[in-house]
C-alpha cells in the first residue's frame, strides 16, 4: 500500500486580483466539507487495451490554457482534483488499482526535475505547460492527501470501505471515471447536505428516458426539500426516471451501513445498496436534481462523446 501525505495551509485573506470564479470558490472553504474521496480502482476492461496499464481516470480530455490559447489535454484525475480544490476541499483519499497505481502516483507527485527540464528547452510553447504543472503542483502541496491501494475490485461500495480509517467528517465522493464539464453543482449539492444537518447523504440526480445501466432513486418533496424513500442498483424494472451520479455526501455512518449490506449487483458491494441501508435505518437522505450533460468514460463511446464535447467547450 502506498501512501503519500502532502500537508496544507489555509489562507484566510482574499487578494482584489483574484479572478471571480476564484474568488468564489475559496470563500466556500468556510462553508464547505473539508475531505473528498476518489474511486479509481477499476480494471476499466471496457476499455481494453488501453486501460491494461493505465486506468481510466488517466485517460486525457481537454481543457482552457492558462495563456488563453489552444485547449490543452490532462488526464481526468487532474480535472476532477482542480475542480475540487477550487470548491475548497484539502484532504483528499483517492483509491488506486494495485496494477495500474503508478501512472496516477506519478502523474499526481510534485516533479520540479520535469518542469526543469521544460524551462531548459527555452521553448515559448512550453510555459503553459510550465505554468500549468507549476499551478497542479501548489495546488498538491496545499493538501493532505492519502493514497489507498485496493489490491482486489470487489466494488463501489468496497473501495469506498477502503477509506474509512482516513474519514473522521462529513465527505464528498466522486468517481474517478466520471467527467463533469461543469462543477456548480457541488456547492449547491454540499449547501443542501450541511443545510439539512440530519441527513446521512446527499444524492446527485438526474431524470434520463435511458435508465440501463443506473442506479434508481424514487423521492418525494417535502418543505421544498427532496426525500429520497428508495434507491435500487441497475433495477430490471426502474420504479422512476431518476439515474443516480456518482458523486454523493455522506456523514460517516456511511461505513457502518456498508459493513450491514449485503453483496449485491456483479457479486461486488455496492454504494446504492448501502444507501438503502440507510434509509431502511430511518436515516435521512435528500437530493438534488440536476440538468447540466456529464459523461461516465467507461466505455469508447462514452469516452468519444466526452472527449468531443470538452473539445468543443474549450476550443476559443
Not at 521544460?118 to 493532505?144: A, H
Request: proline share 4%; hydrophobic share 40%.
Amino acid at each position: 500500500m502506498y501512501k503519500f501525505l502532502f500537508f496544507y495551509t489555509f489562507e484566510y485573506f482574499f487578494s482584489s486580483f483574484l479572478h471571480s470564479e476564484e474568488l468564489k470558490h475559496r470563500k466556500m472553504l468556510f462553508l464547505i466539507m473539508k475531505t473528498a474521496v476518489i474511486t479509481t480502482g477499476g480494471l476499466g476492461t471496457r476499455l481494453l487495451t488501453t486501460t491494461k496499464e493505465s486506468p481510466k481516470t488517466m485517460l486525457p480530455l481537454y481543457d482552457k490554457s492558462y495563456d488563453g490559447g489552444d485547449p490543452m489535454l490532462r488526464p481526468l484525475i487532474e480535472l476532477i482534483f482542480n475542480n475540487l480544490y477550487n470548491c475548497g476541499f484539502r484532504k483528499f483519499c483517492i483509491i488506486v488499482g494495485s496494477k495500474t497505481k503508478f501512472s496516477i502516483l506519478h502523474h499526481m507527485s510534485i516533479d520540479e526535475l520535469f518542469i526543469d527540464l521544460l524551462k531548459k528547452r527555452n521553448s515559448f510553447y512550453d510555459k503553459r505547460f510550465i505554468k500549468t504543472l507549476s499551478t497542479l503542483y501548489k495546488k498538491i502541496n496545499n493538501c493532505e492527501i492519502h493514497w489507498i491501494e485496493q489490491s482486489t475490485p470487489m466494488g463501489f461500495g468496497h473501495a469506498l470501505l477502503s477509506a474509512k480509517k482516513f474519514v473522521d467528517d462529513d465527505f464528498l465522493l466522486h468517481a474517478g471515471d466520471t467527467y463533469f464539464p461543469n462543477y456548480d453543482f457541488i456547492p449547491q449539492l454540499i449547501k443542501l447536505s450541511k443545510k439539512t444537518q440530519n441527513s446521512s447523504c446527499g444524492l446527485l440526480l438526474q431524470s434520463k428516458k435511458h435508465l440501463k445501466g443506473y442506479g434508481i432513486a424514487e423521492i418525494q418533496k417535502k418543505k421544498n426539500m427532496n426525500i429520497v424513500f428508495n434507491v435500487e442498483e441497475k433495477p430490471k424494472l426502474p420504479k422512476s426516471n431518476l439515474v443516480i451520479l456518482p458523486v454523493y455526501t455522506f456523514k460517516p455512518n456511511i461505513f457502518d451501513a456498508l459493513k450491514h449490506t449485503k453483496i449485491g449487483h456483479n457479486k461486488e458491494l455496492q454504494v446504492t445498496d448501502a444507501i438503502k441501508t440507510l434509509i431502511n435505518s430511518n436515516e435521512k437522505v435528500i437530493a438534488l436534481k440536476m440538468t447540466k450533460p456529464w459523461f461516465d468514460i467507461g466505455t469508447p463511446h462514452n469516452y468519444f462523446k466526452a472527449f468531443a464535447y470538452s473539445y468543443k467547450q474549450n476550443k476559443i
